[in-house]
């Protein structure tokens, strides 16, 4: 090749390096400053909690950000209820809150969301959390939320409830049994709970084929992907879920309006039902469908939600998130306190029935927990491993940071944890002991004590 034709070539290839880095850092930082203004936003006027705190103990570290978090910078407007974030000035992107919505990252010239439809009250009770009459369990709470730090990671809430009774709580500072603490992918499990109830109203079947605008064609390959293939994450769509930035489902979440609309128009990588493969734009497919069966809008979805699942079982203190075109954000944005997420592990212990009153249709807790071949994944939920140290009939509800809510038949208890963990190994290395501690204690004592959850 002549030297002056491979200049040029070498030249060309260049330019269209620096081209496609620059569009990879311009979504990074894009994906940097939404999630800073979301997170924080819901953290301050969702949850109630300090700014700094969140952003040590929940933003800092994420991998991704250490490349941005030198120029990173973000504000909160407590009068105005949002917080806006940049980088070095630019990339800007703001979170407003509205009640009973939490928040929503807004750019341009987006509107600021409407508000929540009237929802019933929440019932006023007293925010001390339950005295522990084991000491053998107390202590195993003495030892997770003493190790709190960058190392350990930090512990936010506790719950433990055997035989339907609160056994033992603790919370970190500044959080009280009324705070709502996000769930990141935890709300898979209540999203898998919501698609169980239309199929108990026959209104959706788990084998049939998701009515999908962008697959309505069927010589698309994607119309042949079924409700179950979602919720198994056996859809087939390449939807690569990293928690990078640069991964389409950080784009999704903290850049694109219609989250639904950007993970239906994924294209293939494998045809569905054959491969497994995890990622949050299977969910937001299925809360689309959610939103589409019950109304269409998001003040329909939350009627739908507390009527049927969060009213049934006592929850007091859920915010669900809604992108800009009314569908819940259920991969990753449900908020409810400690209590409350360990009610919605109650109803899972119980098969689905609450109080006399089925909420999941018969079968759908045994769905729900049998692993797909091949995974520890079943349907929104994650099934124990040896290597985890929990019993070998534990299901979980598993979020991001190591948000969990453990499910163990054999021994009727569920155990909430909440905090931030940042190294699996450090989340596991908790949450087998202390549930471990746990089962031990309560076998030990002829009570399981405590307090009522269902009546608090």
């Keep these: 090749m002549p030297l002056r034709l ?13 081209f496609w880095f620059a569009v990879r850092l311009i979504g990074l930082l894009r994906v940097a400053t939404g999630l800073t203004s979301h997170t924080l936003c819901s953290a301050v006027f969702v949850s109630g909690l ?21 120029a990173l910078s973000y504000e909160v407007e407590r009068e105005r209820r949002e917080v806006r974030a940049g980088f070095l000035g630019q990339f800007a992107s703001r979170a407003v809150f509205r009640p009973g919505l939490g928040c929503r990252v807004l750019r341009g010239n987006d509107s600021v969301p409407d508000e929540a439809p009237p929802l019933p009250s929440t019932p006023a009770f007293k925010p001390e959390a339950t005295q522990i009459a084991h000491p053998r369990l107390a202590a195993a709470l003495d030892r997770v939320f003493a190790s709190a730090g960058p190392v350990y990671g930090w512990t936010t809430a506790v719950v433990v409830v055997k035989d339907g009774r609160i056994a033992a709580e603790r919370y970190a500072p500044g959080v009280t049994p009324n705070t709502p603490l996000l769930g990141w992918s935890a709300t898979k499990s209540v999203t898998s709970a919501l698609i169980g109830i239309l199929v108990r109203q026959n209104r959706l079947a788990i084998g049939q ?28 769509l390449n939807i690569p879920e990293t928690h990078t930035g640069f991964d389409p489902v950080s784009r999704m979440l903290y850049i694109e309006r219609d989250m639904g609309a950007f993970a239906a128009r994924a294209r293939l990588r ?51 998130e809604f992108d800009a075109t009314g569908t819940p ?65 534990a299901f979980l509800a598993r979020g991001f940071l190591g948000q969990a809510v453990v499910i163990v038949p054999s021994e009727r208890l569920v155990l909430a944890r909440f905090g931030a963990f940042h190294r699996a190994d450090r989340e596991l290395e908790t949450l087998g002991p202390l549930l471990r501690e746990a089962i031990a204690a309560l076998r030990a004592s002829t009570s399981a004590g405590g307090r009522d959850l269902v009546r608090i």
């Design 6 to 18: 491979l200049t040029v070539c070498l030249a060309a290839a260049g330019i269209v390096l620096v």
């Design 209 to 236: 084929r998701a009515a999908v605008t962008e697959w309505r064609d069927p010589a698309d390959p994607r119309h042949a992907i079924t409700v179950e293939h979602l919720l198994q994450m056996r859809s087939g």
């Design 329 to 393: 954000i259920g991969s990753t944005y449900l908020f409810a306190s400690a209590r409350d997420w360990a009610r919605f592990g109650e109803l899972y212990l119980q098969d689905g029935v609450i109080s006399g009153r089925r909420i999941l249709p018969e079968g759908w807790v045994r769905y729900s927990s049998t692993p797909t071949p091949g995974t520890n994944y079943a349907a929104g939920f994650w099934t124990a491993q040896p290597q985890w140290g929990l019993p070998p009939d």
């Design 50 to 70: 300090d700014p700094a705190s969140v952003h040590e103990q929940t933003l800092a570290p994420i991998a991704g950000m250490g490349l941005v978090r030198w």
């Design 270 to 320: 494998a045809q569905p039902g054959v491969e497994w493969r995890y990622t949050s734009g299977n969910t937001l497919i299925l809360c689309r469908l959610i939103r589409d069966l019950v109304g269409g809008r998001a003040s329909d979805v939350l009627r739908f939600a507390h009527a049927e699942l969060f009213e049934p079982l006592g929850m007091h203190t859920p915010v669900l």
